[in-house]
């Protein structure tokens, strides 16, 4: 479908033009939601952060969904993430204390039809307070239509979820 220089461009762009994007843009001016999730029952992990210890998680991991972008499809690419999380019982939004933080960038893939489709950068960073330099833990780029929006927010949250049991360590006092 997309050859692999294609791929590794788009990649490297949205590298730069996320991480160049969130150096810039002042902290008052990024988009965090301040709701708070309403699961009934919370969910179970099993990590094994290192050695043998096996840890078992009954709460839910706290989550902070941040996104940025004036185009249609990924603004709402956003809210579907967010609206997720909300009704999710293994993730809590949280915009505030420890917690793993999902910054979604997005721009029209083409500037002259903005509402066909939209490339996307969500990264993945672990913020331990608002004064500490967040850890970077992973980055995914990828191009949505309207189409795929829901498919592309089940693929991000499985993306998230794997990570968050990888680095749940970081939660721990």
């Known amino acids: 479908m997309y050859s692999p220089f294609r791929i590794l461009g788009i990649w490297g762009f949205m590298l730069l033009w996320i991480s160049m994007a969130w150096a810039a843009t002042p ?10 999730a309403n699961a009934s029952t919370p969910a179970s992990i099993s990590t094994t952060p290192s050695g043998n210890a096996t840890t078992t ?12 972008g004036n185009d249609a499809v ?15 019982t293994f993730f ?25 489709s939209s490339v996307y950068a969500a990264a993945v960073y ?15 780029p990828g191009v949505v239509d309207a189409d795929s929006i829901q498919a592309e927010v089940q693929i991000l949250m499985d993306w998230v979820a794997n990570i968050s049991k990888r680095f749940n360590y970081l939660l721990s006092n």
């Open 27 to 36: 902290e008052s001016t990024k988009n965090s939601t301040s709701l708070a």
């Open 92 to 116: 809590a939004l949280t915009p505030e204390g420890k917690r793993f933080v999902v910054r979604l960038m997005s721009k029209p893939e083409f500037p002259d039809r903005p509402k066909l």
């Open 57 to 68: 998680i009954t709460s839910q991991i706290p989550l902070d969904i941040q996104s940025q």
């Open 74 to 88: 990924g603004s709402l690419l956003g809210f579907k993430l967010k609206e997720t999380v909300l009704g999710s």
């Open 126 to 140: 672990f913020q331990e307070a608002p004064d500490v330099l967040p850890y970077f833990l992973d980055l995914r």
